[in-house]
């Protein structure tokens, strides 16, 4: 095992399958010269060369749109998007495409597709600061990935990979620079597992991507009273994995559910739904959610900072429930 960065652990990840898979491109703006927006693919050009590391033109309704005929011919591309605000221009193409040629073809087409794009903020205002990941994971026919650590980066990506359907891989901006034990060695993790990061006994918060850094920082907090949260990590939103949040649930008899997104129609009314209708009876309260205000995102750091739930937040609301 070693430390490694969320971004480093990426890297080695398609690094790997390109060097296991001649079948694997990757293509996107500057993902060659200058390794991609978040330097993902970094040095990667040199070592694969212009057949494999496809710099695009500023079109992401051609990258994707290129991925998915590139995918139908027998390759396994890894389209990446500079971020996922720019998937709105691609809709078409993820949507009604990369989603539904399976289905379309009687099952006779595979996808194998996978589209990398960095979600999140960092004073980048109203339009590039959007996470989106509930559009993507109502899509059937579409796996939606949203891993939270290094560790789970690299082998879901690898796993995303050499799928055999269309995977929307979303990346927090935020968590690139972030550390965690990688293993050296060749692993992959499967898609659509949910992972317990934390056991506790006294409520159960489920949480992804970013928002699992704040659940258990606020776990760690809570742990110095006695509160003893388990904190459950989605890390794929399609397929959703209830297990391990039900078999918590019938311990706890309380659940939190924190996102990034906004709270109306988002992942936390889903998972609260799927909670209350599947494991009523194990609940001593309400399902209570957690996420960012409704309203666009502002530019100014103070503002921005106000926009989602932090661990203070979170451990006054876990303090609320419980009592």
């Excluded at 040095?43 to 033109?57: N, Q």
């Excluded at 936390?268 to 309400?286: C, K, Q, V």
Aim: with cysteine; net charge negative.
């Amino acid at each position: 095992m070693s430390q490694k960065t969320y971004r480093d652990a990426l890297r080695e990840a398609l690094r790997e399958e390109m060097i296991r898979d001649e079948r694997v491109l990757i293509l996107g703006e500057e993902v060659g010269v200058w390794g991609g927006t978040y330097a993902i693919t970094r040095s990667m050009f040199t070592e694969f060369g212009s057949k494999r590391i496809l710099d695009t033109p500023i079109a992401e309704a051609a990258i994707v749109g290129t991925a998915v005929g590139a995918a139908m011919g027998g390759l396994r591309p890894v389209a990446e998007l500079m971020t996922i605000n720019f998937s709105l221009v691609a809709m078409d193409q993820i949507v009604n495409n990369a989603a539904k040629i399976h289905y379309m073809f009687g099952g006779q087409i595979r996808v194998p597709l996978v589209i990398r794009t960095p979600a999140g903020w960092g004073q980048l205002a109203a339009t590039h600061s959007q996470t989106f990941e509930a559009w993507f994971a109502h899509l059937p026919g579409l796996i939606v990935a949203m891993p939270g650590t290094p560790y789970d980066a690299k082998g879901m990506l690898k796993s995303a990979i050499r799928s055999d359907n269309p995977v929307m891989f979303i990346e927090h901006a935020r968590l690139y620079g972030i550390k965690g034990e990688v293993p050296d060695g060749e692993y992959t993790l499967p898609l659509g597992v949910s992972d317990v990061k934390r056991p506790g006994r006294d409520i159960t918060i489920v949480a992804y991507s970013r928002m699992l850094h704040v659940a258990l920082g606020a776990a760690e907090a809570l742990a110095k009273d006695g509160i003893e949260c388990e904190v459950i990590d989605l890390r794929t939103l399609r397929p959703l994995d209830m297990a391990p949040v039900y078999a918590s649930v019938k311990k706890t008899h309380r659940a939190l559910v924190l996102e990034e997104d906004w709270t109306t129609c988002g992942m936390g009314a889903e998972i609260a739904a799927r909670i209350s209708h599947d494991r009523f009876d194990d609940l001593d309260g309400p399902v209570e959610r957690m996420g960012q205000v409704e309203v666009p995102m502002p530019y100014a750091r103070n503002l921005e900072a106000l926009m989602f739930p932090d661990e203070r937040q979170v451990t006054e609301k876990v303090r609320e429930m419980l009592s």
